[in-house]
């Protein structure tokens, strides 16, 4: 590779990065983002929603201390301290469930 070509390629990269850590976009609910993980606070009593990592997560109910949500088209339910559940190319943990929030960290999986 030249050296243009290498710059081309590492500038391309950052611009996917950025993107991806920009591009997020929510409703009733907050993230907070890194190159390849989430952490998601749903509101609770809403239709919360949030589009991360390039896919779509979306809160879809909670009883006691298991919430249900559905991430890229999968839905899983997850209790809090439970080891992460695979939804299609993502991992998803359930880290607290509150009267007014759900705490969901979603990451890529590594393999």
């Known amino acids: 590779m030249t050296i243009r070509s290498r710059t081309a390629a590492l500038v391309a990269a950052l611009a996917l990065a950025l993107a991806g850590l920009t591009g997020c976009e929510s409703e009733g609910a907050k993230t907070d983002c890194s190159l390849d993980s989430c952490t998601v606070t749903f509101d609770r009593g809403a ?65």
């Not at 190319?89 to 469930?97: A, G, K, M, P, R």
């Open 47 to 111: 239709e919360a929603r949030a589009s991360v990592l390039g896919v779509e997560a979306k809160l879809v109910s909670v009883q006691d201390d298991k919430a249900t949500v559905e991430v890229a088209g999968e839905q899983v339910t997850l209790a809090v301290g439970e080891a992460a559940a695979d939804a299609g190319d993502f991992q998803v943990s359930l880290q607290s469930v509150t009267d007014k929030e759900v705490v969901v960290k979603i990451g890529r999986s590594g393999g």
